[in-house]
Each structure stands twice: as structure tokens, then as C-alpha cells.
């Protein structure tokens, strides 16, 4: 099982999406193990968009993160990285496929509902740092219904 980061980012939050979109991961079959909503610092969104830094968007990414809470989401599954990724659609709203968040619900590359970790090594560091506290591990009696276990 791969354990990924979610972020319903503050367009998100601003627009009411919040339900939506925790309700797309969850009945697709991901396992929440971290929630919460946050209005993060600055040093935070640094280290989370380190490898931006430099980019002509960078100063505005972080500019809007910061604009109001957003709300991080861990969730667990089987490919889940890659899973997260194709519900969330293409990063620019405009030419992301219809089904997806970003393309059922945007038209923006810079405002575009939600951030997903990209990789096995950016998940464990992103999920390090939204969740220091570490996550909560629960038994889900779902598993059986959405995997095939044998
Ligand atoms: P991703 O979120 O689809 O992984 P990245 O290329 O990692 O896309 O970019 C991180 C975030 O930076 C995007 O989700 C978007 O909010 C913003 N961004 C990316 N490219 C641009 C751009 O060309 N103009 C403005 N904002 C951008
Ligand atoms: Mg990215």
C-alpha cells in the first residue's frame, strides 16, 4: 500500500470543495489516515514547493497557498500516488479531462483546486511535513470490497 499527500488548496476551501473532493478519494477506495485544516506558515510552503523555487510562478504558488487555510489530506491504497494524480487531472483546469477535479471544476493552471504528491520520495517528505505528528492507523473493513486480496 502507498500512503500519499492531498492538498485542497484555499481556491478550494474559498469555493465549498472541500466535501467534493474528500468525497471523490474516499469512494474510489483510498483509506483516510490524515486530515486537517491548516493555514500554513510560509517556511512550510518553502520546503513543500522547494523545487519550484526559482520559477517565474513561484512567489505567486506561494502567495496563494498562503492566501487561506487549506486542508491536507493523507490517504493510503494500492498505487495510490499515481491513483491521486489521475483523479486530480492535468495541472492547467483548461486541458484537464472531464471526470477529473481539476477539469469537472476549473479553467485555472495557477488556481487548480488540489496538489498531489508526484513520487514515492515526494510523498514521504511532503506527508513528513504537513503530518509530523504522524498519521492514524486504523483497521479499514472496506479493503476487501475494493482489492482483489487473493
Ligand atoms: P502539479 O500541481 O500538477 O504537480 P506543478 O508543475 O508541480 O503541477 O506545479 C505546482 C503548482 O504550481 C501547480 O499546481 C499550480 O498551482 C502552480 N503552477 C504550475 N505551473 C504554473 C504556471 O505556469 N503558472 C502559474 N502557476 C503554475
Ligand atoms: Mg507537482
Not at 477506495?29 to 518553502?46: D, I
Not at 510523498?123 to 482489492?147: C, H, I, K, M, T
Request: charged share 20%.
Amino acid at each position: 500500500m502507498e500512503t500519499t499527500l492531498v492538498l485542497v488548496k484555499p481556491d478550494g476551501v474559498q469555493r465549498g470543495l472541500v466535501g467534493t473532493i474528500l468525497a471523490r478519494l474516499e469512494r474510489k477506495g483510498l483509506q483516510l489516515v490524515g486530515l486537517k485544516l491548516a493555514r500554513p506558515p510560509r517556511a512550510l510552503l518553502e520546503a513543500h514547493y522547494a523545487v519550484h523555487q526559482g520559477k517565474g510562478f513561484y512567489e505567486s504558488l506561494l502567495a496563494f497557498m498562503g492566501s487561506g487555510p487549506v486542508v491536507a489530506v493523507a490517504v493510503r491504497g494500492a498505487g495510490a500516488i499515481a491513483v491521486v494524480r489521475g483523479l486530480m487531472g492535468p495541472t492547467n483546469g483548461a486541458e484537464a479531462p472531464p471526470a477529473t477535479l481539476r477539469g469537472d471544476f476549473g479553467l485555472s493552471r495557477s488556481f487548480n483546486l488540489v496538489h498531489g504528491s508526484d513520487g514515492p520520495g515526494t510523498a514521504a517528505a511532503e506527508l513528513a511535513l504537513w503530518f509530523p505528528e504522524g498519521l492514524v492507523e486504523w483497521e479499514w473493513n472496506a479493503l476487501r470490497w475494493v482489492y482483489d486480496l487473493e
